[in-house]
Nanobody, 123 residues
Framework: QLQLVESGGGLVQPGGSLRLSCAAS????????IGWFRQAPGKEREGVSC?????YYADSVKGRFTISRDNAKNTVYLQMNTLKPEDTAVYYC???????????????????WGQGTQVTVSS
């Protein structure tokens, strides 16, 4: 059974950092694209970053967030630095099978989702 479990969310002050983890089970990261998405109250879900053979970032997080993966641990990370109040949202990781090619940040492409982890940036 394919499963994604996020962790690492919390409350942080503006300018602070958090590292989110997405632990995958039931499949191997090598054959899947993994994306991070977020959804703030009253807003649509938006893509943040994704990783396969290469990485991709939304303009709003470029230079502040870094996505990476540890194949040995079957885990994908999202290091978030210089956090802003507008980064406040529930963050989800998601996966879809991709043997070749680049990942994308279109939510409808992803068919496996985690339960989400809350990130709140506030003083």
């Amino acid at each position: 059974q394919l499963q994604l479990v996020e962790s690492g969310g919390g409350l942080v002050q503006p300018g602070g950092s958090l590292r989110l983890s997405c632990a995958a089970s039931g499949f191997t990261l090598d054959y899947y694209a993994i994306g991070w998405f977020r959804q703030a109250p009253g807003k649509e879900r938006e893509g943040v970053s994704c990783i396969k053979a290469s990485t991709y970032y939304a303009d709003s997080v470029k230079g502040r967030f870094t996505i990476s993966r540890d194949n040995a641990k079957n885990t994908v990370y999202l290091q978030m630095n210089t956090l802003k109040p507008e980064d406040t949202a529930v963050y989800y990781c998601a996966a879809f099978q991709l043997l070749f090619g680049r990942c994308v940040l279109r939510p409808h492409e992803y068919n496996y989702w985690g339960q989400g982890t809350q990130v709140t940036v506030s003083s």
